[in-house]
């Protein structure tokens, strides 16, 4: 019987009273972890009073500044990122000692690792790269801010709506226990009737409403918006490889909400979509979920390979190489991606036919994927490299992701897929393929671009050991369960008898201690730099010696991004500019700027997308029916209100810009040499080598 009031909620629902009435080991993990919870929610608010930060915060949560939002989607990721590394280093630490047992239950064990897995795929790698696209590529494309600011909001507003509920779970009810695919056969109702399902299916739904529409937010503003001159084959890879992501956001995304629709209605209203009766088909669930599976992967990476792109260049003082072989490669592998799917089940029933097709696909998407590697090797074949944070982490890329990719070649052969799959080989593979392509690419990013949004450089020193940590530790969690793999081990196992894993088990467990020390220094180095933030300011915003728009304004750059919107008549108009000194030349008419107003659109939106999915998933139908209403009402208020829009005059751009370009004349600028030391402020004496 469910509650009118309350729905399935009660006292016992909430860890910490299990954990009183029925103490034991894995309750007491739990409710160290769900006491976090009130605990963090307490001291930043204590936070927050203590440094009267109420107002500037509020103004961040209303911003529909490009710039903000994705500043907010990445501190979300590196919050979510701190408990992924957690369970994940719980989970290796448990499997070390797991001989014969260890000291997690079967059922935390599986909840950990499903938890882990949708944590670091949906609310670490997407906020990231979405935060990072959204601060880069308006300003790459000599845009003032997206197409559609009021639906980024929203957009971040349903992100964090799902990443409320996937945290929530900690402290009330349990999560799903069937791993991130979600399986029906785990996570059907009669199979698993409680509430942890729930949480999976209704967290995914809504962010991935919210990942959708920023994928169409994001094609329009690239297709529409970009500067006069910027054609598509002058557009910085980066961008390039934006607009690809949104294409892919935009078809893969939809299949997952299906995914989560139709198992919702089997859950809720006993239909029969992916049962094995009444007309159901489990297949059906792994088709559609698969067909966002693997294009998932590609949205992943491919921002990280745009970071690769910019990088490298920037770095080695050089032009790109093979600007248009990369190009097409980008789009090859956007287009392959869709192709592959069924290489995720090669071993589930199809005939030799159809496995071998898909295991063909799987191969030819390596070919684009080793054009780009040798790009970016030829681009820095001959440069002056600077071995600065972000290339230690494309070094560390280079060795790492091309083992990941070999790897995944091996289990694109449908008979050795037969022999390897749900083992620790799939696993190796999976996080070869995913730290050092997207995690290393997403990091070296914020360390390339931290600049242009908060002013100041993070600090070198601090920079490296921090992307050194992540390169050992990654080696010592994750390349010994290619052996094991070899020798049996499953995927998911929370114990076993076999003596011979425990050496390499050992290993990976200290590993994973190894990446929560990487973590930890992420931790110190934006604590540090932001302690140092004066000496490491770069008010002329070019501290890396850049190629494209983006560092051809102030760091931090301005609300209106450009004083004037840029003419573009090259690949690389800012080191044209730098060329010709015409980078820093007065302007001699500036205009009135207008910028969309603040708004509480999207927090609205956010907070009823938590009401509702709360609701739904315990059974308060009266919180989800109003939330749901809510919601409506609230988009029909703001389509009936007229558009408020702040004009920035005139008069004011041209005092703060020409105040810039006046220090950028007058300043010596630093070389290269100089780059990592306080004498940096933002203006580069260019040391361009021609391209080879």
């Known amino acids: 019987m469910v509650d009118p009031l309350f729905g399935k909620l009660s006292w016992d629902s909430i860890i910490l009273v299990q954990e009183i009435e029925n103490p034991n080991l894995n309750l007491l993990i739990t409710s160290g972890a769900a006491v976090m919870i009130p605990v963090g929610g307490v001291l930043l608010i204590a936070l927050l009073w203590w440094l009267n930060w109420w107002k500037p915060l509020l103004g961040w949560l209303t911003s529909v500044d490009h710039k903000k939002i994705g500043a907010m989607y990445i501190i979300f990721a590196v919050v979510m990122l701190f408990r992924g590394v957690v369970e994940g280093t719980l989970m290796r630490?448990?499997?070390a000692t797991?001989?014969?047992?260890?000291?997690?239950?079967?059922?935390?064990?599986?909840?950990?690792?499903?938890?882990?897995?949708?944590?670091?795929?949906?609310?670490?790698?997407?906020?990231?790269?979405?935060?990072?696209?959204?601060?880069?590529?308006?300003?790459?494309?000599?845009?003032?801010?997206?197409?559609?600011?009021?639906?980024?909001?929203?957009?971040?507003?349903?992100?964090?709506?799902?990443?409320?509920?996937?945290?929530?779970?900690?402290?009330?009810g349990e999560f799903a226990t069937g791993g991130w695919t979600g399986y029906p056969s785990y996570n059907g109702k009669l199979i698993n009737p409680g509430v942890g399902p729930d949480y999976w299916l209704i967290s995914l739904g809504i962010s991935g409403i919210g990942s959708t529409l920023t994928g169409v937010n994001f094609a329009v503003t690239i297709y529409k918006m970009r500067a006069k001159g910027m054609t598509f084959m002058r557009m910085p890879l980066f961008t390039w490889t934006a607009l690809c992501t949104s294409i892919l956001l935009i078809f893969a995304m939809p299949p997952l909400t299906a995914c989560c629709v139709m198992l919702g209605l089997d859950r809720y209203l006993d239909f029969h979509f992916f049962t094995n009766d009444m007309g159901g088909n489990l297949m059906n669930f792994i088709n559609l979920f698969w067909m966002f599976g693997h294009p998932e992967v590609y949205i992943l990476i491919l921002p990280a390979f745009g970071v690769m792109s910019e990088i490298s260049p920037t770095f080695s003082a050089k032009r790109l190489y093979g600007y248009t072989g990369l190009v097409a490669a980008t789009m090859c592998i956007a287009v392959v991606s869709f192709m592959v799917w069924l290489h995720h089940f090669f071993t589930m029933g199809q005939s030799a036919t159809v496995n071998a097709a898909f295991g063909i696909a799987t191969?030819?998407?390596?070919?684009?994927?080793?054009?780009?590697?040798?790009?970016?090797?030829?681009?820095?074949?001959?440069?002056?490299?600077?071995?600065?944070?972000?290339?230690?982490?494309?070094i560390g890329f280079f060795f790492l992701f091309?083992?990941?990719?070999?790897?995944?070649?091996?289990?694109?052969?449908?008979?050795?897929?037969?022999?390897?799959?749900?083992?620790?080989?799939?696993?190796?593979?999976?996080?070869?393929?995913?730290?050092?392509?997207?995690?290393?690419?997403?990091?070296?990013?914020?360390h390339y671009w931290f600049?242009?949004?908060?002013?100041?450089?993070?600090?070198?020193?601090?920079?490296?050991?921090?992307?050194?940590?992540?390169?050992?530790?990654?080696?010592?969690t994750f390349l010994p369960l290619y052996p094991l793999g070899m020798?049996?081990?499953?995927?998911?196992?929370?114990?076993?008898?076999?003596?011979?894993?425990?050496?390499?088990?050992?290993?990976?467990?200290?590993?994973?201690?190894?990446l929560s020390l990487a973590f930890t220094f992420i931790v110190i180095l934006f604590w540090r730099s932001i302690v140092n933030r004066k000496k490491l300011a770069?008010?002329?915003?070019?501290?890396?010696?850049?190629?494209?728009?983006?560092?051809?304004?102030?760091?931090?750059?301005?609300?209106?991004?450009?004083?004037?919107?840029?003419?573009?008549?090259?690949?690389?108009?800012?080191?044209?500019?730098?060329?010709?000194?015409?980078?820093?030349?007065?302007?001699?008419k500036y205009e009135d700027i207008e910028l969309p107003s603040t708004t509480y659109y999207g927090l609205i939106i956010g907070v009823l997308g938590c009401g509702l999915g709360f609701g739904l998933v315990?059974?308060?139908?009266?919180?989800?029916?109003?939330?749901?209403?809510?919601?409506?009402?609230?988009?029909?208020?703001?389509?009936?209100?007229?558009?408020?829009?702040?004009?920035?005059?005139?008069?004011?751009?041209?005092?703060?810009?020409?105040?810039?370009?006046?220090?950028?004349?007058?300043?010596?600028?630093?070389?290269?040499?100089?780059e990592s030391t306080e004498a940096n402020k933002g203006l580069a004496r260019p040391d361009a080598l021609p391209a080879v």
């Open 451 to 476: 600049p242009k949004v908060f002013g100041f450089r993070l600090m070198e020193s601090y920079g490296k050991i921090t992307a050194v940590c992540w390169i050992i530790g990654f080696c010592l």
């Open 93 to 95: 630490v448990h499997q």
């Open 98 to 172: 797991a001989l014969n047992g260890g000291f997690l239950s079967s059922d935390h064990f599986n909840q950990l690792f499903t938890t882990h897995g949708t944590n670091m795929i949906f609310f670490v790698a997407m906020p990231f790269l979405i935060g990072l696209i959204n601060i880069v590529v308006p300003l790459q494309i000599g845009a003032r801010d997206v197409a559609f600011p009021r639906l980024n909001q929203i957009s971040l507003g349903l992100t964090g709506a799902g990443g409320f509920l996937i945290t929530i779970s900690l402290l009330i």
């Open 363 to 394: 191969l030819l998407i390596g070919i684009p994927t080793g054009v780009k590697v040798y790009d970016w090797l030829a681009t820095l074949w001959g440069g002056r490299i600077r071995f600065t944070t972000p290339m230690i982490y494309l």
């Open 487 to 514: 020798m049996g081990m499953t995927r998911r196992t929370v114990d076993y008898s076999d003596p011979a894993y425990v050496p390499l088990m050992m290993v990976s467990g200290a590993g994973a201690l190894f």
């Open 538 to 588: 770069i008010p002329m915003g070019d501290p890396w010696d850049g190629r494209t728009l983006e560092w051809w304004t102030p760091s931090p750059a301005p609300d209106w991004n450009f004083a004037i919107l840029p003419e573009v008549h090259s690949r690389d108009p800012f080191t044209e500019a730098k060329k010709d000194g015409t980078a820093y030349q007065p302007i001699e």
């Open 402 to 446: 091309v083992i990941g990719g070999l790897s995944g070649v091996i289990l694109a052969n449908p008979t050795l897929d037969y022999q390897l799959h749900n083992s620790l080989f799939l696993v190796a593979h999976f996080h070869n393929v995913i730290i050092p392509g997207v995690l290393f690419g997403i990091l070296a990013g914020i």
């Open 618 to 674: 315990w059974y308060i139908w009266w919180m989800a029916l109003a939330s749901f209403l809510g919601c409506v009402v609230t988009a029909m208020v703001y389509g009936f209100l007229p558009k408020k829009e702040i004009v920035i005059p005139a008069e004011e751009v041209r005092k703060v810009d020409e105040a810039w370009r006046a220090e950028a004349r007058e300043s010596q600028g630093v070389t290269r040499d100089d």
